[in-house]
């Protein structure tokens, strides 16, 4: 069953070491294409009205007392997070760097010409969407192994320290980080609570469905 997959799978496309920074093209095309597809999510579910992801809530909070948008202060925050790799032995590679960039990249562009729903039974289904679209977007990413994004790399050095299932790890960083963002301020919404749920199992059906597609 996909919910209880530990390990991120190789296929013919993925790169044979993450420090790879000339890459094949369909690794570097499957690379981009993944982070487009998870910022384009990230994006849509502030664009839907109902509650960012928790890390945007995070970045919510911390714009209400700074200057920056949510893109740029995501990139922020994606620096920082890469401090906490130290103690988990992760190291960064062309993943992690693009990861920042294109996420941050999206989401600014969703906010900017995406408009929100009219009506609430579509702005929930465009949460849904969103949630869907950043787990399997994030799972295509890593797939590609050319190094996590710093959340991933978060998620998967704390996997491999604690050995619990992906799933688990993601959820339990989601809940976490969503309480600290709504501490500061953050807005919180049912879209919050269906990627805090959702993103850990549609991370690990992303990673299945890749493995089976591409096998």
């Known amino acids: 069953m996909f919910l209880k997959i530990k390990k991120i799978p190789k296929v013919n496309w993925s790169s044979d070491r993450p420090y790879n920074f000339k890459p094949k093209f369909s690794t570097f095309f499957f690379l981009c294409f993944g982070l487009t ?34 893109g740029t202060i995501t990139l922020l925050i994606s620096i920082a997070v890469l401090i906490l790799w130290i103690p988990l032995s992760q190291k960064p590679g062309m993943g992690t760097i693009f990861n ?42 890593l797939v590609s192994n050319l190094g996590a994004g710093p959340r991933d790399g978060l998620m998967i050095g704390l996997q491999k320290v604690t050995n619990l299932p992906v ?49």
């Open 37 to 70: 597809l998870f910022g384009l999510g990230e994006g849509l579910l502030i664009v839907s009205f109902t509650g960012a992801s928790p890390w945007s809530v995070l970045a919510q909070g911390i714009s209400l007392n700074v200057n920056l948008s949510i």
């Open 100 to 141: 920042a960039l294109i996420i941050a990249f999206m989401i600014d562009l969703c906010i900017k010409f995406v408009p929100t729903p009219s009506d609430y039974f579509n702005q929930i289904i465009l949460a849904v969407i969103s949630v869907i679209m950043v787990g399997i977007g994030g799972a295509i990413y």
């Open 167 to 215: 799933a688990a790890v993601r959820a339990f960083l989601e809940i976490s980080v969503v309480s600290i963002g709504w501490y500061l301020g953050g807005t919180v919404g049912v879209g919050t609570l269906l990627f805090a749920f959702g993103i850990g199992p549609c991370v690990a059906l992303g990673l299945f469905l890749v493995d089976k597609i591409f096998d």
